[in-house]
């Protein structure tokens, strides 16, 4: 069975602004704590979300591939896991329902 490897870029002046590579394919994903952080999904990209450690992430593509698609959830649960969280449960949507956008 094969493995996807995927690295981490991190942002030293928001430790909250991280980047999921694949280091085998071209996905990334740039990860989001909506606690701290001003948040506009892109409609061509893939937005997830998910609790850890009381905070709410959203976890969104960048300049998705097709064949990328598939491999979006165990990367954020490689991300779990390297935050230690790995019981973090991806959800679908946004779990705040509709809310302001602030600008």
């Not at 995927?6 to 002046?13: E, G, K, Q, R, V």
């Amino acid at each position: 069975m094969d493995y996807n490897v995927y690295l981490l870029a991190t942002d030293p002046s928001n430790p909250c602004r991280d980047v999921i590579h694949s280091r085998d394919t071209s996905l990334k994903i740039r990860v989001y704590c909506l606690s701290e952080d001003q948040f506009t999904p892109s409609d061509n990209e893939i937005q997830l979300y998910g609790y850890a450690h009381n905070k709410l992430y959203a976890f969104e593509t960048i300049n998705i591939n097709a064949e990328d698609a598939l491999d979006v959830v165990s990367a954020i649960q490689w991300y779990a896991d390297y935050i230690e969280y790995p019981e973090m449960e991806i959800l679908p949507e946004d779990p705040r329902g509709n809310h302001e956008i602030a600008m």
